[in-house]
């Protein structure tokens, strides 16, 4: 079963819904392929990204928590580009700061990464080799 699964969907909290929802049509230039009053969805290639009003997480989350925005980054979210450098040129273009990089990492990336207005870090990254 889990050898053949792949994510499909993931689910962002979002305190500002609106600010945040306008962050991913700008920054990325992708349409909203569905929308309604506490949500809204992007397509990613193969993978959606539902951007969902923090206030209805709890009916998804029970009995945990939502962390809050302060509480600080516990993940990031990378896509493949094929340069990093011209990349960061279009996110500023669209108004985008970039919270690290252009830098070449050890490992043998080129990575740089921006936070949505919710607090989601995202990474940029292509090869060396």
């Known amino acids: ?9 993931i689910t962002l909290f979002a305190s ?12 990325f230039g992708l ?14 290639d193969n993978l959606l990204i539902n951007l969902l009003d923090e206030s209805e997480a709890p ?17 990031q979210f990378t896509i493949d580009v ?3 450098d011209a990349a960061c040129e279009e996110l ?3 108004g985008v700061k970039l919270l690290n990089g252009p830098m070449d990492r050890p490992w043998g990336i080129r990575t740089a990464s921006f936070a949505d ?11 060396l080799k």
Do not use: C
């Not at 079963?1 to 969907?9: I, L």
């Not at 349409?31 to 990613?44: G, H, T, Y």
């Open 1 to 9: 079963m889990w050898p053949r699964s792949k994510v499909g969907v």
């Open 16 to 27: 500002d819904l609106q600010r945040t929802k306008a962050f991913y049509q700008d920054a």
């Open 31 to 44: 349409p909203v392929i569905f929308e309604d009053p506490n949500s809204a969805v992007f397509q990613f």
């Open 59 to 75: 009916g998804l989350i029970e009995p945990e928590t939502v962390a809050r925005r302060e509480s600080g980054a516990r993940f």
């Open 82 to 84: 094929e340069n990093v």
């Open 92 to 94: 500023a273009s669209r």
């Open 117 to 127: 207005p919710a607090g989601h870090i995202w990474e940029i990254a292509h090869s």
